[in-house]
């Protein structure tokens, strides 16, 4: 499908946040359906590994990189395969309500529940906890909802930046709005309600 502006800028800022030493090794922890993992994957200077749980969406992001320097892996990102502390930069597209993309999906307002957000910022906590742990010491992570709920957005964030294992970067210089974490919006930005975070692994 056709890539929303705002994963493009969200790729482009991950690709582009300042980083000291080796840039060989990219992750992209839950890469399904692969649109993301394709844009890293174009600008990857190493290999990108896309992981995502569910079969079918691994198959759609193995088709979107043929010929792109990625190997896709059908993994849980809450409970990698891989040792801690081996990538330069990993992108969290976490799962969320879906809710800043209803100018495309206006439905998606109407399936979600109040159960269904505190299930899934439970789930978007473990895997920022996760793309942190698997960064090394001095890479980055950007942690991307396309949600403007600041249940799913901030809170995880402060959260998780409250373990001591991380520390914000400036995300607004990739943006058209001032960091250091960014919220798109449709009416403003002509974009999906996009939130992006930069971290940088202590």
Avoid: N
Avoid at 2 to 8: F, K, L, M, N, R
Avoid at 23 to 52: I, M, N, Q, V
Avoid at 154 to 179: E, H, K
């Amino acid at each position: 499908g056709v890539q929303d502006e705002g994963s493009q800028l969200v790729a482009l800022a991950l690709a582009g946040a300042p980083l000291d030493g080796p840039d060989r090794h990219w992750l992209d922890l839950c890469s399904g359906p692969g649109g993301k993992a394709a844009l890293l994957g174009s600008l990857t200077p190493g290999r990108l590994l896309a992981a995502e749980v569910a079969g079918h969406r691994a198959r759609l992001v193995a088709a979107a990189t043929v010929g792109l320097p990625v190997y896709v892996v059908g993994a849980d990102g809450t409970l990698p395969p891989w040792r801690p502390g081996w990538a330069d930069r990993v992108l969290v597209d976490a799962p969320c309500t879906g809710l800043g993309a209803l100018r495309r999906r206006p439905e998606a307002r109407w399936r979600r529940t109040e159960e269904d957000l505190a299930e899934l910022t439970v789930v978007q906590r473990a895997l920022l906890r996760q793309g942190i742990a698997a960064a090394r010491p001095g890479g980055v992570v950007a942690y991307v909802v396309c949600s403007p709920h600041l249940a799913e957005t901030r809170d995880v964030v402060a959260d998780v930046l409250a373990d001591g294992t991380a520390d914000q970067l400036d995300a607004g210089p990739y943006f058209p709005q001032a960091g250091p974490a960014v919220q798109l919006w449709p009416h403003r930005h002509g974009t999906d309600a996009m939130f992006c975070a930069l971290l940088r692994r202590r």
